[in-house]
Every structure is written in C-alpha cells, then in structure tokens.
C-alpha cells in the first residue's frame, strides 16, 4: 500500500452520510501512512428505477473495493440493504469487517457476526490493520508500548 496504490475501501451506508459513516473516515484520516480511496458513493442515490436500480449501484460500488467495511448500527438501521450489501460482497469474494455500534451501547447482532471476517471495535489504529491485513494481506509490524512506573 502506498499513496500511489491505495487500498479501495467500500463502508456501508444507507444512501446518505450519517455520523458513524463520517466518523470511519475521520479515524482512518488519523492513521499515518495509510492510504485508501472510498468506494462507497452514498450521495450516489438512484432517481428513478426503484429498488434495482439501488441495488445496481451498490453492485457496481462494491465491486471497485478490495474490503467492505461494515457499521453493525446500519444492520440494526436497515438489516434488509446491509445484507444485500454483504450477500454482493461475499459473491464478489470481498474481505469483509464489521465494526461494533459507537458508543458501545448496543451488541453487534448474531446474525451479522457470522458473516464477517474481523469484529472491530471503534480504535483508529485496529480498523486500519485490519483493513490492511483483509485487503492486502499486509501483516502490521507495530509493537504496543507498555511502560511501567
């Protein structure tokens, strides 16, 4: 991965921007040396053409990813469009990871854990591995720090 090949990156959305969506660029923004391009175009919201047309350009985003990032709060939101939204990115073999509910208020739903590869919880540092090791199968070399007094 580098800033010349970025790691392409679908997260789940609902066909509009809400704060846990905005909240996953904002923490993979604070990530040093991690580079990646949104696949995920939710302003992209088909004008006509119903339900196919929606599920054409979720399709045809989905498929320009490497790893489809899920936010568990949107299964809860619209359980029927996230899973249409997983069932395109397993038949398209795209990694994909969950990420918990923000807050930590709420369990990640059973049925939404079995299908994903990595539940993550809301670290910067986590997402951006995990992405790295799912997408590119980059292995992190990062060390934690523990000092004792």
């Known amino acids: 991965m580098s800033e010349s090949n970025p790691i392409r990156i679908f997260v789940s959305h609902l066909f509009h921007e809400d704060p846990d969506y905005l909240r996953v660029f904002e923490f993979l923004e604070s990530v040093d040396r991690f580079y990646y391009l949104n696949c995920s175009k939710p302003e992209n919201m088909p004008a006509g053409g119903g339900q196919e047309a929606i599920r054409d350009e979720l399709i045809a985003q989905i498929k320009e990813a490497e790893a489809v990032v899920i936010l568990a709060n949107h299964y809860s939101m619209n359980a029927d469009l996230i899973r249409f939204q997983l069932d395109v990115a397993e038949a398209n073999e795209k990694p994909i990871l969950a990420i918990r509910p923000f807050g930590g208020v709420a369990n990640t739903d059973e049925?939404?854990?079995?299908?994903?590869?990595?539940?993550?919880?809301?670290?910067?540092?986590?997402?951006?591995?995990?992405?790295?090791?799912?997408?590119?199968?980059?292995?992190?070399?990062?060390?934690?720090?523990i000092d004792f007094p």
């Open 111 to 145: 049925a939404l854990l079995a299908r994903v590869h990595e539940h993550l919880e809301w670290n910067e540092r986590d997402i951006a591995d995990a992405i790295k090791r799912q997408a590119r199968l980059e292995d992190t070399t990062r060390w934690d720090v």
